[in-house]
């Protein structure tokens, strides 16, 4: 079971994990730090996904560790290029049955050659929304349509696993893989084996035929079913978040 999320414990994960993060100052960024000694919101995010206080000292420190390493603080799409943007990789559209906003991964387009660009793509996109609307889960919609074996990238998919895992803890409500080549099948076995009970449980596979499962029609594009006739255009971006 998850550490309950209270005032209590909240206190003692602060006090532990802060005791670590002062002997590797040097590696964070202040910014994270100081959001992590006010803002007991985001302190129980790291609760809700560990069984015990070590676990979650452990997440905290590797967390802030990696955010100061990919400069999570400083992504925006002025660091990032706004034509990377304008491709529609990701964008948030609709909302799935159970009332999460639905985070759409077109990774069946992604260039594997721009992997490293494509990794701060989904972190800006993960910390935007964890900003705009921090406690509120997501659902992910990995549409994995064109997707060829010699494009699929273990490493890319294994880095959207640990952002759900690790780096914004207690965010993700599902992820469904949308039709999956069967080519690739045995190429989702192995990433499988990656997740834990909790994220295989949590992890569905569907086709235009069954995704209405998960997703109504009024909130699917009309490319999966769905009902909503729409066509991503950069700027500005296609939702209703409002940027903290």
């Known amino acids: 079971m998850p550490i309950d999320n209270t005032a209590e414990n909240v206190a003692q994960l602060r006090a532990d994990a802060t005791s670590q993060l002062k002997e590797i100052n040097d590696e964070l960024d202040t910014r994270d730090v100081e959001r992590f000694k006010t803002n007991d919101q985001y302190v129980g995010f790291f609760l809700q996904w560990n069984k015990d206080m070590a676990s979650a000292v452990k997440m905290v420190v590797k967390t802030l560790k990696w955010r100061k390493e990919f400069g999570v603080n400083d992504l925006s799409v002025d ?17 799935a049955i159970d009332g999460s906003r639905v985070l759409h991964f077109r990774t069946g387009s992604l260039d594997k050659k721009e992997r490293d660009r494509n990794m701060k793509l989904v972190a800006f996109w993960f910390e935007r929304i964890q900003r705009a609307e921090p406690g509120e889960k997501i659902t992910i919609l990995m549409d994995t349509t064109g997707s060829r074996m010699m494009s699929a990238d273990s490493g890319f998919t294994t880095f959207i696993i640990e952002c759900c895992a690790t780096y914004f803890p207690g965010m993700m ?4 893989i949308y039709n999956l080549p069967s080519l690739l099948n045995a190429f989702w076995k192995l990433i499988s084996k990656m997740l834990s009970a909790e994220q295989r449980e949590a992890t569905a596979m569907c086709g235009k035929s069954d995704i209405v499962k ?6 699917l594009t009309e490319e999966m079913g769905g009902n909503i006739k729409f066509e991503y255009t950069f700027p500005p971006f296609p939702d209703d978040i409002v940027s903290k």
Request: aromatic content about 18%.
């Open 173 to 176: 409500k599902k992820i469904i």
């Open 79 to 95: 660091t990032l290029g706004e034509d990377l943007f304008k491709r529609g990789y990701f964008f948030v559209l609709g909302r």
């Open 214 to 219: 998960f997703i109504d029609k009024d909130n």
